[in-house]
């Protein structure tokens, strides 16, 4: 995975993935996200609401004339995608992920239920 691997907006099949589980990066397998913070943002990528507490790293991002927030992952580093503060739930926050950096692993409610106990600080509804 490069360090600046972007898909073409609307490509990626995580984009509709609307099954219960965890989203981990593609690179080294850290749980990032957990189905229940993803939302439609309409950009074209997959968006999360918040991330597992400790699993993103955020540094500024000045690339293409722009200032942004670029998230990466807090293990290995690989570029995620970036953090914007225009999110529609109350965290106020869009993690907008590169679908080539996440890898979704399935789980059932009741998987997904352990996860949160074993994780108590995982983000969810």
Not at 49 to 73: K, Q, W, Y
Not at 95 to 105: A, I, R
Request: proline share 6%; with cysteine.
């Amino acid at each position: 995975m490069g360090t600046y691997e972007t898909e073409p907006p609307f490509s990626s099949a995580l984009l509709h993935e609307a099954r219960t589980g965890v989203y981990a990066c593609a690179k080294c397998g850290q749980a990032l996200f957990t189905s229940d913070t993803k939302f439609d943002s309409g950009s074209g990528w997959p968006s999360f609401d918040d991330a597992i507490p400790g699993s993103v790293a955020l540094h500024e991002d000045n690339s293409f004339g722009m200032r942004r927030t670029e998230a990466v992952c807090s293990k290995c580093g690989a570029h995620l995608g970036h953090l914007f503060d225009d999110g529609p739930t109350p965290s106020g926050k869009r993690y907008c992920m590169n679908g080539v950096s996440l890898e979704f692993s399935e789980a059932d409610k009741t998987a997904l239920a352990e996860y949160y106990k074993n994780h108590p600080d995982a983000p969810h509804s």
